[in-house]
């Protein structure tokens, strides 16, 4: 586990803003890029800075920028826009949200006293942001902080029969909506038409089947193991570990008595039960990978959704982290 901002500064001086780069050894940490003019807005600055900002996505997988004039959520979209004008909406949800602004939305409404285990946004769709953007608008008092880990490090710390495994067999993911625990189908896919549900469904070769009460159970196999479209380098990217009913809090699967029935589960392709070994397996690497800093108030977290995963710690008192995403690769 690793800490932001241990490495020695570079000064530079582009456009109005004089700005501290912190550049860690290899690919240790993201860089740091810190604004000593507070007025220095981070919209106007970055278009400048592109290049630079692209280069170091690629070999360090996120930037968090500090220091800057950030301090609402309009000022966050216009950070968003000056990137993309083509923000994704949030669609195949996996934890509840609330969009607060055309597609800037919370980064999660789940419970403050939980954690959410390490993932890549979107990873278990067919569709996901190759972007994914955060800002601090807000920071808890205690804890809070997004852990990030690169995917990189995480699939070169697995064995090499962990990672045939998953080469051969893929994921399957199950997911059961509603009745009362998890998502609704209609908060997961934005609809409350079943036909436009099912038309999705078929399009993603995902196997679908109504059940009471209004529930829908979805199925599908997807690859645990990519090559980045950019970098060429295979990295792991899945929910394996974040869907699989061992990281479900234990007052959950105490209520569900048949593993099928949970909100949501993990299997291998074949449909054979991931052994836990293999779990805590990829649990620590992801802790290995870990890389954990303290958010300040305008920080914005830019990084590239396939290279970086991201988590969440439990936190206490008020807490305002808003995220946005964009350009879907599918």
């Given amino acids: 586990m690793r800490l932001l ?4 500064p570079k000064m530079h001086r582009l456009d109005e803003a004089a700005v501290q780069i912190y550049e860690g050894e290899g690919r240790e940490v993201p860089v740091t890029v810190v ?101 601090c608008i807000q920071p808890s008092p205690k804890g809070g902080q997004t852990p990030i880990a690169d995917s990189r490090k995480v699939l070169a710390a697995l064995s090499e029969n962990t990672r045939r495994l998953f080469l051969e067999k893929k994921i399957m993911y199950v997911r059961n909506l509603g009745g009362g625990l998890g998502l609704s189908w ?46 060429k380098e295979l990295i792991w990217f899945n929910h394996a570990y974040f869907f699989n009913s061992a990281n479900l809090v234990k007052e959950l699967t105490d209520l569900v008595f048949l593993r099928d029935d949970l909100p949501f589960n993990t299997y291998l392709g074949d449909g054979s039960a991931i052994p836990p070994e293999v779990i805590e397996e990829v649990g620590a690497a992801y802790e290995g990978a ?34 946005a995403m964009w350009d879907p690769y599918q």
């Fill in 5 to 8: 901002l241990g490495t020695k």
């Fill in 186 to 231: 209609e908060e997961v896919f934005q609809t409350s038409d079943k036909t436009q549900v099912e038309k999705e469904c078929r399009e993603n070769a995902m196997d679908f089947e109504w059940k009471d009460n209004n529930r829908l159970q979805i199925r599908w196999i997807r690859p645990a193991i990519v090559e980045h479209p950019s970098t």
């Fill in 290 to 323: 870990k890389i954990i800093f303290d958010w300040k108030k305008g920080d914005v977290l830019l990084m590239d959704n396939m290279l970086m995963s991201h988590g969440r710690n439990p936190y206490e008192g008020d807490r305002k982290i808003m995220v």
């Fill in 35 to 135: 604004a000593e003019n507070r007025d220095a807005m981070l919209d106007k600055w970055a278009p400048a800075n592109m290049d630079r900002i692209s280069e170091q996505l690629a070999t360090r997988g996120g930037v968090l920028f500090r220091g800057f004039n950030m301090r609402s959520v309009e000022d966050f979209q216009s950070v968003v826009h000056a990137f993309s004008k083509d923000a994704m909406p949030y669609t195949q949800r996996s934890s509840p949200r609330t969009e607060v602004r055309d597609r800037i939305y919370t980064s999660t409404d789940h419970p403050a006293d939980q954690y959410i285990n390490m993932h890549n946004e979107l990873s278990y769709s067919y569709k996901w942001p190759l972007r994914i953007m955060f800002a």
